[in-house]
């Protein structure tokens, strides 16, 4: 294996391997304070974000019309495509009363149809909608290459809730890579690191998608405060697909603040139902009474203290209430239905409020007295550190004698074993995607470079969470079929850092190797 000097940063590191794998000498390392593409803006308006809008069906169906006035109805959104031809394949639509079935090409603007060439293309004939975000240039059809004309559809009008909230919330990464693809043209120069090497290399590069992530929260913290933010942070990582942003559009319409003082007045004991009744109400989980006909007993009777509780609140709080939507529901399993996430929440909020601190406050100092141990000890290998442990025990809300800690939801039978309503795993992940990026702008505001050091020590210590598409992916193309290579991916740094590398080295690209930042594909 090939010894490499350590590098300062992950722009760095990408300077020298750039400089590597194209034969040459890095004549200049990367300056570390530069941040060359940070992404501080939440997700990019790009085609990938509408194609992934269009996957995931983030619009309002009722009412929906093409640019011709014709009404469309989507009964299946089709397969996402990562090979040449049309973004979508397979898609099933009503147009008036006509059903089709084809391909779907998505652009960001009408134009794009016309620049990339396609009214030239055979393997364009088969689609059956054009899809974009803006129509451009005014016009209701393009032509096929067999000279149908082929109908568009402007996005933008009908994006639920709307396309800030969506670019806000939505997570890229969660959708599929189509396929695991080859090895990358950088396989072999990573491969021929020596361990040491490779494991700085991951580690910068998941430090610095760390550091994106803070960017994003100090964006938002520009309007609201801190403890704002983490709650927003901590309703989005509750999410997955479409159900992160009613998560987020739900922590910006019952805000923390004003649900606490809400609830202040109720006593201790039933304080927590208080805020679960707020939180259903105004993201439409409350169900009507004719719903609860058949419903177990103690179930109509939580339902009917939560309406009972909500009429108290509803004259100032019923215009923010989301329109009851099935997305919420929308490829999840029931243990992870909103309604027993929400219930979780109001949980953990009830016992901050009980304990005279608010939430992020709370886990700060928690993290404060655990600094003196985060800096001298040596984590061990198969227990988490102590002070993880207790952060995770924090966010964990078990079922046991809880109402949903043994329902799915208002009208399901109880389930025999009680299920947590945050689990460990949802715990660590809290950790990781909500408290960590909020902790270490906390430390950065207060100007605390003990508390910075150790929310960085805290996140080093995480223990690799679920792998997703992008990451199965970026071990394939990264390291193939190297055991020792893919052994190093033992934090969930590491993990995060194969999101940094898919970003700013592939840059975004599944396909090919033709949009590396080391150089052209060969």
């Not at 090939?2 to 990367?30: H, I, M, N, P, Y």
């Not at 890579?177 to 494991?199: F, Q, Y």
């Not at 910006?252 to 927590?272: H, V």
Request: aromatic content about 8%; some cysteine.
């Amino acid at each position: 294996m090939t010894q490499t000097v350590a590098a300062t940063s992950f722009w760095d590191w990408r300077e020298r391997l750039k400089a590597q794998l194209s034969g040459t000498v890095a004549t200049q390392a990367a300056d570390p304070e530069v941040n060359y593409e940070a992404d501080a803006d939440p997700a990019p308006v790009d085609e990938r974000l509408i194609q992934a809008i269009w996957h995931q069906q983030l619009i309002q169906a009722a009412g929906l019309r093409l640019a011709d006035g014709r009404p469309v109805r989507v009964l299946e959104s089709g397969r996402w495509n990562g090979s040449a031809g049309p973004d979508f394949k397979g898609a099933r639509l009503i147009i008036g009363e006509q059903t089709l079935e084809g391909d779907i090409e998505v652009h960001l603007v009408a134009s794009g149809w016309a620049a990339h060439g396609h009214e030239r293309d055979l393997d364009y004939n088969s689609c059956i909608l054009h899809v974009v975000l803006r129509n451009d240039d005014g016009g209701v059809s393009d032509r096929l290459h067999n000279g149908t004309l082929l109908p568009r559809l402007e996005l933008e009008p009908y994006i639920f809730p709307d396309l800030e909230t969506v670019r806000r919330s939505l997570s890229i990464e969660e959708f599929q890579c189509e396929t695991l693809g080859a090895v990358g043209r950088c396989h072999r120069m990573l491969t021929s690191l020596d361990s040491l090497a490779l494991a700085d290399f991951l580690d910068h590069a998941g430090n610095e998608r760390l550091v994106g992530k803070v960017q994003r929260l100090e964006q938002q913290a520009s309007q609201a405060d801190l403890e704002q933010v983490f709650y927003q942070s901590l309703m989005m990582a509750l999410g997955t697909g479409p159900g992160k942003t009613l998560y987020y559009l739900l922590a910006k319409r019952a805000p923390l603040a004003e649900l606490l003082a809400e609830t202040d007045e109720l006593p201790e004991g039933r304080r927590a139902e208080g805020i679960e009744a707020l939180l259903l109400a105004v993201a439409g989980l409350l169900p009507e009474p004719a719903a609860l006909a058949e419903a177990p007993e103690e179930a109509r009777a939580r339902a009917e203290r939560m309406v009972e509780m909500w009429r108290r609140w509803q004259p100032c709080w019923c215009d923010r209430q989301i329109a009851p939507t099935r997305r919420w529901f929308q490829g999840i399993r029931p243990v992870n239905f909103p309604t027993r996430r929400l219930a979780g929440v109001a949980v953990l909020l009830a016992r901050t409020r009980e304990r005279g601190r608010s939430p992020l406050a709370d886990l700060l100092g928690r993290i404060e007295a655990g600094r003196g141990a985060l800096e001298s000890s040596v984590p061990a290998r198969r227990k988490r550190h102590p002070v993880l442990e207790d952060l995770v025990g924090w966010f964990r809300v078990a079922g046991m004698g809880h109402f949903w800690g043994s329902h799915y939801s208002f009208t399901a039978k109880p389930t025999p074993r009680p299920m947590d309503l945050i689990g460990e795993g949802a715990a660590l992940s809290l950790v990781l995607n909500a408290l960590v990026p909020a902790a270490l702008l906390a430390a950065r505001r207060a100007g605390d470079e003990r508390l910075d050091q150790a929310v960085r020590r805290l996140y080093g210590l995480v223990p690799p969470l679920q792998a997703n598409h992008v990451t199965a992916f970026m071990e394939r193309r990264l390291f193939g079929d190297s055991d020792w290579a893919r052994g190093l991916i033992n934090t969930e740094r590491r993990r995060q850092a194969l999101f940094q590398i898919f970003h700013h080295c592939c840059r975004g690209e599944t396909r090919d190797c033709d949009a590396c930042y080391f150089g052209p594909g060969r």
